[in-house]
T-cell receptor, first 110, second 114 residues
Framework: EDKVVQSPLSLVVHEGDTVTLNCSYEVTNFRSLLWYKQEKKAPTFLFMLTSSGIEKKSGRLSSILDKKELFSILNITATQTGDSAVYLC??????????FGAGTILRVKS | NAGVMQNPRHLVRRRGQEARLRCSPMKGHSHVYWYRQLPEEGLKFMVYLQKENIIDESGMPKERFSAEFPKEGPSILRIQQVVRGDSAAYFCASQDSGLMDEQFFGPGTRLTVL
């Protein structure tokens, strides 16, 4: 059965800290890996990764994919309270559906 | 360009009633997905539709659940004879074409079954 596992399940940090969120997967028909941020409403798209070793950056957020070891990380530097959310990792399969992990709950304390 | 719209945002039903959830995709998007999120769990795929066609319904329970995406109007997820276990957040996502994986999500409908 296809599986996406995120760790840690939850994390509490102070403003200014750097965090690394992990996502590993076992999926038959891998096509891409996506990261979303969910704040009590619609998940909002952050990144889509298809190639190993190529870092994607957006402001203080960055992500990279390792297709050999079947994992991805999401880094957030200089965290702010507005970064508090659930971060979802999903794998896109051929056939188009997304397989989601359970998410990492991040809380940034001021 | 309005995002994905879902209504109602909150829906309360008694056991045995029907629930009808609506999703209007982003303008120009012809691919719609429905996902269910149970408390403390990730989103689980239910069904993938294109206009007038169900492409993949492998995640949808065989009984009581149905989905459609007509030529005109929103996509509808219908749950007949709801039970307490149907209580969840139901998210719709739309996609420009089947070639790209990026899906844009609506705000969800939170269904509570009393």
């Amino acid at each position: 059965e296809d599986k996406v596992v995120q760790s840690p399940l939850s994390l509490v940090v102070h403003e200014g800290d750097t965090v690394t969120l992990n996502c590993s997967y076992e999926v038959t028909n891998f096509r891409s890996l996506l990261w979303y941020k969910q704040e009590k409403k619609a998940p909002t798209f952050l990144f889509m990764l298809t190639s190993s070793g190529i870092e994607k950056k957006s402001g203080r957020l960055s992500s990279i994919l390792d297709k050999k070891e079947l994992f991805s990380i999401l880094n957030i530097t200089a965290t702010q309270t507005g970064d508090s959310a659930v971060y979802l990792c999903a794998v896109g399969e051929y056939g188009n559906k997304l397989v989601f992990g359970a998410g990492t709950i991040l809380r940034v304390k001021s | 360009n309005a995002g994905v719209m879902q209504n109602p945002r909150h829906l309360v039903r008694r056991r045995g009633q029907e629930a009808r959830l609506r999703c209007s995709p982003m303008k120009g998007h012809s691919h719609v997905y429905w996902y269910r999120q149970l408390p403390e769990e990730g989103l689980k795929f239910m069904v993938y539709l294109q206009k007038e066609n169900i492409i993949d319904e492998s995640g949808m329970p065989k009984e009581r659940f149905s989905a459609e995406f007509p030529k005109e109007g929103p996509s509808i997820l219908r749950i007949q004879q709801v039970v307490r276990g149907d209580s969840a957040a139901y998210f719709c996502a739309s996609q420009d074409s089947g070639l790209m994986d990026e899906q844009f999500f609506g705000p969800g409908t939170r269904l509570t079954v009393l």
